[in-house]
């Protein structure tokens, strides 16, 4: 395939324009001109036009798909609805969420905003949760990861890629983007470099190493992630603390207190920052910390498997699919109070305690539990 782009404007005769024209020996800024050869035939998902500002990504986008296939994912969004009411109104719920979790916009309180109040990393991803739902057969997308930080732009990139793939198998998407940094990221099936003209098909690139470093601790972290976290709830008792930590930055935190219930520990305030959401880092983290104690190096020393309940859609199917993990527990719908509220009524007749009038449970939150129980031989 032969890419042309011959743009033309009015050549202008100003004096202002005159002027410019005399003093850098410009004859004219009126034409713009660039001629790519690139074989697009064939099975591909991903293709990426990078280059610099100016350098004729975009209307080398309308060749590849036509105009009317550029996609700006700041565009259609109901300023008075949250974003999980906007993106596929008559999709499925659980796709929707998914795809904003699958692109790394797990903080469940943003899925409740409307996007002109996100910040612009959830925007980004926010955008590309709803071209995932929308699974078009063929969309460009125009300043991909252009107004978010860099390392957004790399994790976001991941996601998207990841989610892509497996989302929308026979789809093709083009991403147009002045950053060099994120084609490691991306891996896409094929690259216009639109400032040195070279197309590039089929080289295979290796994603940069996530080291996750974990360490032990205890709860004076949490005050980190506590923001991003979607209860509001009191630190379990007896907990012991750990956070994960990828290139010098807090990435994940996780209590583990003795799961009074059953000869285990359960896992609770599972926190993955934003910046590193849809990399894999967040569960790689929690199968650590239960292989953790699952080896007895644990509290006690003791070889006890690790129970962990979350509402999350995303992190539910990630462990059903885990071979880790097996499913123990699903409550669809809200608890009886009643057991809970006659427990704490006979407590405070024995404290000084007052006010206590309800008790714990009756959420609609459907709670589904499971077990690490690790590598089977």
Known sequence: MNIQVHNKVSDFSTYRAARVKSLFNAENGCNFDLEIEADLSGDWQIGVVVGPSGSGKTSI???????????????????????????????????????????GLGDVPSWLRPFHVLSNGEQFRAGLARILCEKPRKVVVDEFTSVVD???ARIGSLAFAKSWRRGNPGGQVVLLTPHYDVLDWIQPDWIIDTKTGHFERGCLRRRPPMELEIL???SRYWRYFKPHYYLNLPMPPASEYFVGIVDGELACHLAV???????????TRLVTMPEW???????????????????????????????????????????????????????????NKAKSTLSIRRNRKASTLSGVSTGY????????GFKYIGKQS
């Open 61 to 103: 986008g309308k060749v590849i798909f036509g105009e009317n296939l550029i996609h700006d994912y700041t565009q259609g969004w109901e300023p008075n609805k949250p974003i999980v009411d906007c993106i596929a109104p008559a999709g499925d719920f659980n796709e929707v969420t998914g795809s904003l979790a699958g692109v």
């Open 150 to 152: 860099r390392q957004i």
């Open 216 to 218: 032990k601790t205890d």
């Open 257 to 267: 207190s003795p799961f009074f219930t059953a000869p285990g520990y359960r896992g």
């Open 277 to 335: 959401q849809g990399a894999g880092v967040g569960l790689r983290f929690l199968n650590w910390c239960a292989q953790y104690h699952l080896e007895g190096r644990g509290r006690c020393g003791r070889k006890l498997p690790t129970y962990f309940h979350t509402s999350h859609p995303q992190l539910v199917g990630a462990l059903r699919r885990s071979p880790l993990w097996v499913q123990v527990s699903a409550h669809l719908y809200g608890d």
């Open 361 to 368: 449970g009756g959420h609609f939150r459907a709670v589904q």
